[in-house]
């Protein structure tokens, strides 16, 4: 009885250990490289529906994405779906995202990144150029997928 007993108690602890496992850190790296180049691919002239499904793809069903500068936080992968195709109204002239710096932890990425564009957005009558220097912490689920963005803008 003993016995079995320990063996249930090993198999529990075994399996609780399997689910907080972490993902190697190569994997992260290619996870968030991926993650920015379906950002910037949502944000081009000939940007689609099916670009920003893409990148909604990356987020975990239930996941948060904090913007801290401008104090908001999207929790809704439809709301940030309809919000990202409202955006298609902005007229892109170019946009580019360039990584600068990644930092590599236990699932989680902090990506230092600068994006450059020009824009002409939907309710402005003139064209905006801006380049930006940002970081972003992506924090990962057990699947692979982003449970957290904390964004901080420059």
Known sequence: MKFLISLITLIIFSLSALADETLPESVLKQKAEAFIQAKNARQQ???????????ISFLADEFIDEHLKFNVTMTSKEELRQGVIAKMKDKVIFSEIKIDQMMIGSNVVFVKYTEHAKVKPSHMDKVIEYTSTNIMSLEFDDNGLIKHIRRHHA
């Open 45 to 55: 002239p000939n940007t689609t529906v099916e670009d920003i499904d893409h990148f």
